[in-house]
């Protein structure tokens, strides 16, 4: 069997320093000296017979070699960390820690509800919640440094596997008194043409999924892009325009600001939300597990809403 010079420990630092592209912030990231750091990685690009990086005092540069050799070392730190959840699911899957992302138009409205019910489910099981873009959720699933994503289906999800926790329509908001805040039909493409609407700022896939709509239907952006749902409505009720909003933000927004909804006409544009994580990873079995608890969840409380609607409509009707 082949005996290697070089220990997983040293990749870390050497992936560290490609990363931060300096041997002090390497250091702090890793929690070790920098002279330490220094003598590992050094020690590594001697075992290995290739420099990884050049040193000089304007920063550090990664050599052609170390940038295919890290990436490399980046893949093994992945697979040793599967290695690693591995032996943990064999225990018990669900009473270790996950590393969960979370884009931010869906986590403040699905989380307060799917929190509580997940932590009943599974009472030692502890979910360490990330929020950041899509972007950025997926490529720290593939490195390893997340678990698992809540995604939308429609973004680019690059290699991830996954399972749908929820189809999502959007609906139209408008500012209180707006002329397509009146009326009970769906608003058709024809109605909506001219408009002028607000949408998130770049980066957001749920703005890439409402400017296909936009333009399918011949509807006009704005200037201003908001960096947030709750500022996107905020503006809308403001009378600055009208925007589209997913189902699962609705009761949330319309709380904060004098909004009116309306659906729209079919075909109603949606969003897949999915839970996804690498193909490979040994926490596979133990993510469905948690999806199929987090669609529950959502089809629960899903009902629960139809039942005071309907309660509502007949105390009205009597």
Known sequence: MRTYDFTLRQLQYAVAVAETRSFRRAASLCNV?????????????????????????RGVLVTPAGQELTARARR???????????????????????????????GPYLLPRVVPALRAAYPRLTVIWIEDKTDTLVRAVNHGDLD????????????????????????????????LGRGARPVTRKTLRGQRVLLLDD???????????????RLEELGFRATSL???????????????LPTIAVETETQRSQLSIRTLARPV????????????????????????SLRGTVEGNREVRRGRATSKSSGRRR
């Open 76 to 106: 093994v730190l992945v697979e040793a960390t599967d290695l690693a959840d591995a032996a943990n699911r064999f225990v018990d899957p669900l009473t270790h820690k996950l590393r969960i992302g979370v884009i931010p138009t869906v």
């Open 269 to 292: 544009p949606f969003r897949t939300l999915v839970l996804g994580w690498r193909r490979r990873s040994p926490l596979a079995g133990t993510l469905r597990t948690m999806a199929d």
């Open 203 to 217: 980066g957001h896939c749920f703005r890439d999924q409402v400017l296909d709509f936009c333009s399918n239907h």
């Open 33 to 57: 000296s920098q002279p330490s750091l220094s003598a590992q990685v050094a020690k590594m690009e001697a075992a290995l017979g290739a420099p990884l990086f050049e040193r000089d005092r």
């Open 230 to 244: 709750p500022t996107l409505t905020q503006m809308v009720a403001s009378g600055a325009g009208v925007t589209l």
């Open 148 to 179: 698992a994503a809540l995604l939308a289906m429609e973004a680019d999800l690059d290699d991830l596997d996954h399972r749908t926790i929820a189809i999502d329509p959007f609906v139209l908001a408008v500012p209180a008194g707006h002329a």
